[in-house]
C-alpha cells in the first residue's frame, strides 16, 4: 500500500510541476489566423523598453514604444506602446517564456491583440505575431523564424501573391523568409480576405 501511495504522489507532483509550462505552450497558428485575430498590425522600429512594477497586478511589466512607419490593419498614431508581463527591474528578473522582447533601433512588423482590463497587449500567438524585419542584398526580408509554405497552408491561392506562390512553390525546403513588400503585398490580401 505505501509503494502506491508514493506512485500517485509522485504522478501528482510531476502534473503539478508540468502545468506551468503547459499554460505557455501555443499551437502554430496560419498566417490568416495571425492577421484575422490582430486588432492591429504595423511595421515600426522599436525606440524604447522599460520596465516597471504594475499596481494594478504586482508584477514586473516591460513597455515598448515604437515609430509606427505604416499601418497595415486598424488605427495606430505615430508611436505605439505596449505593455508585457515580465522583464528587470532594480536586479530582479522575470522572465516569462515566450513573451517576446525588442530590441532597440531594430524595425519589426507586429500583429497586436487588443489591449486588455489590465492594458496588456503582445502580438498575436506570443513569438507567432513579431516578424523581423532582416536587411538582405535585394532589400529588406521578414521572418518569425517559421516556414511559410506552413503558415500558408489551406490559403487560397488567389489569396497568396504570385511572387510569393512562385517562390514557395520552387523552394525545394522551407522558406523561412519573404521579400518585405511581398509579405506586406501578402498581409494586405489576407486581411481583406475577412473583412
Same mark, same amino acid.
Given at each position: 500500500?505505501?509503494?502506491?501511495?508514493?506512485?500517485?504522489?509522485?504522478?501528482?507532483?510531476?502534473?503539478?510541476?508540468?502545468?506551468?509550462?503547459?499554460?505557455?505552450?501555443?499551437?502554430?497558428?496560419?498566417?490568416?489566423?495571425?492577421?484575422?485575430?490582430?486588432? !492591429?498590425?504595423?511595421?515600426?522600429?522599436?525606440?524604447?523598453?522599460?520596465?516597471?512594477?504594475?499596481?494594478?497586478?504586482?508584477?514586473?511589466?516591460?513597455?515598448?514604444?515604437?515609430?509606427?512607419?505604416?499601418?497595415?490593419? /486598424?488605427?495606430?498614431?505615430?508611436?505605439?506602446?505596449?505593455?508585457?508581463?515580465?522583464?528587470?527591474?532594480?536586479?530582479?528578473?522575470?522572465? !516569462?517564456?515566450?513573451? #517576446?522582447?525588442?530590441?532597440?533601433?531594430?524595425?519589426? !512588423?507586429?500583429?497586436?491583440? /487588443?489591449?486588455?482590463?489590465? /492594458?496588456?497587449?503582445? #502580438?498575436?500567438?506570443? /513569438?507567432?505575431?513579431?516578424?523581423?524585419?532582416?536587411?538582405?542584398?535585394?532589400?529588406?526580408?521578414?521572418?518569425?523564424?517559421?516556414?511559410?509554405?506552413?503558415?500558408?497552408?489551406?490559403?487560397?491561392?488567389?489569396?497568396?501573391?504570385?511572387?510569393?506562390?512562385?517562390?514557395?512553390?520552387?523552394? #525545394?525546403?522551407?522558406?523561412?523568409?519573404?521579400?518585405?513588400?511581398?509579405?506586406?503585398?501578402?498581409?494586405?490580401?489576407?486581411?481583406?480576405?475577412?473583412?
Amino acid at each position: 500500500m505505501p509503494r502506491q501511495l508514493l506512485f500517485t504522489c509522485f504522478c501528482l507532483i510531476s502534473l503539478v510541476i508540468a502545468l506551468p509550462a503547459r499554460a505557455m505552450s501555443v499551437l502554430p497558428l496560419y498566417l490568416d489566423e495571425i492577421v484575422n485575430d490582430a486588432a !492591429i498590425a504595423f511595421q515600426g522600429k522599436s525606440l524604447e523598453n522599460h520596465s516597471e512594477l504594475d499596481p494594478q497586478t504586482n508584477s514586473i511589466v516591460t513597455y515598448s514604444t515604437f515609430e509606427v512607419q505604416e499601418v497595415l490593419k /486598424g488605427e495606430v498614431g505615430a508611436t505605439h506602446t505596449i505593455k508585457q508581463i515580465g522583464g528587470e527591474l532594480q536586479g530582479k528578473k522575470n522572465q !516569462i517564456t515566450g513573451v #517576446p522582447t525588442f530590441t532597440v533601433g531594430e524595425s519589426y !512588423i507586429l500583429f497586436l491583440y /487588443g489591449v486588455s482590463a489590465s /492594458g496588456f497587449s503582445s #502580438p498575436v500567438g506570443l /513569438g507567432q505575431g513579431k516578424f523581423n524585419i532582416i536587411p538582405a542584398s535585394t532589400g529588406f526580408q521578414v521572418s518569425n523564424g517559421r516556414d511559410f509554405k506552413e503558415m500558408t497552408l489551406g490559403t487560397p491561392t488567389s489569396l497568396v501573391p504570385s511572387t510569393v506562390l512562385n517562390k514557395m512553390q520552387q523552394a #525545394p525546403g522551407r522558406v523561412k523568409q519573404l521579400d518585405l513588400d511581398e509579405f506586406k503585398q501578402l498581409v494586405r490580401q489576407q486581411k481583406g480576405a475577412f473583412k
